[in-house]
T-cell receptor, first 115, second 111 residues
Framework: EAQVTQNPRYLITVTGKKLTVTCSQNMNHEYMSWYRQDPGLGLRQIYYSMNVEVTDKGDVPEGYKVSRKEKRNFPLILESPSPNQTSLYFC??????????????FGPGTRLTVT | EDQVTQSPEALRLQEGESSSLNCSYTVSGLRGLFWYRQDPGKGPEFLFTLYSAGEEKEKERLKATLTKKESFLHITAPKPEDSATYLCAATSGAGSYQLTFGKGTKLSVIP
């Protein structure tokens, strides 16, 4: 089954404790992206990657890091989480955005709480 | 800066009462306009991509249209299972593959 998986689905942590949220896709997609979703602000793009070793900033990259060492994986790293990073996070992937192949598949989400 | 604005924020319809959701965009060189459906606690689900003014796409009771400044999602004879938040997003042709989302329209269809 074609899917995007995220782990963990729920996480409660404390300020300053480094964490990683994993994202994996099994569709051989080249484009992957991370979003956060907050009430009243909608979905905002954090980082995206067009291919292995190619990443770029979205709208709200501050406080986050990403890496793309393998095509299928795109982990999101919070080196020193703060309470304002409490949010619902989504990973998504799609074929390289040319032609009609821009349908993005979203993961189920990771609800992060930083106390 | 790319901007996507959706209206209304929330919409309540009686079952069978057709209506439209609006998405206005300010994007330099639109490369694609996307519609997604999101159910509570779940990731967005892709509905449509529109590429150029005048384009239309349909899926069951939904029809998406695109002009040079806005897109509409028309819902014909909605059913309670169409209740969800509908998201609009746009990507520009300015050398970036960044995707900008609107805040969504929460649709409730009452039996």
């Amino acid at each position: 089954e074609a899917q995007v998986t995220q782990n963990p689905r729920y996480l409660i942590t404390v300020t300053g404790k480094k964490l990683t949220v994993t994202c994996s896709q099994n569709m051989n997609h080249e484009y992957m992206s991370w979003y956060r979703q907050d009430p009243g602000l909608g979905l905002r793009q954090i980082y995206y990657s067009m291919n292995v070793e190619v990443t770029d900033k979205g709208d709200v990259p501050e406080g986050y890091k990403v890496s793309r060492k393998e095509k299928r994986n795109f982990p999101l790293i919070l080196e020193s989480p703060s309470p304002n990073q409490t949010s619902l996070y989504f990973c998504a992937s799609s074929l390289f955005p040319t032609g009609s192949s821009y349908e993005q598949y979203f993961g189920p989400g990771t609800r992060l709480t930083v106390t | 800066e790319d901007q996507v604005t959706q209206s209304p924020e929330a919409l309540r319809l009686q079952e069978g009462e057709s209506s439209s959701l609006n998405c206005s965009y300010t994007v330099s060189g639109l490369r694609g306009l996307f519609w997604y459906r999101q159910d509570p606690g779940k990731g967005p689900e892709f509905l449509f991509t529109l590429y150029s003014a005048g384009e239309e796409k349909e899926k069951e009771r939904l029809k998406a249209t695109l002009t040079k400044k806005e897109s509409f999602l028309h819902i014909t004879a909605p059913k309670p299972e169409d209740s969800a938040t509908y998201l609009c997003a746009a990507t520009s042709g300015a050398g970036s593959y960044q995707l900008t989302f609107g805040k969504g329209t929460k649709l409730s269809v009452i039996p």
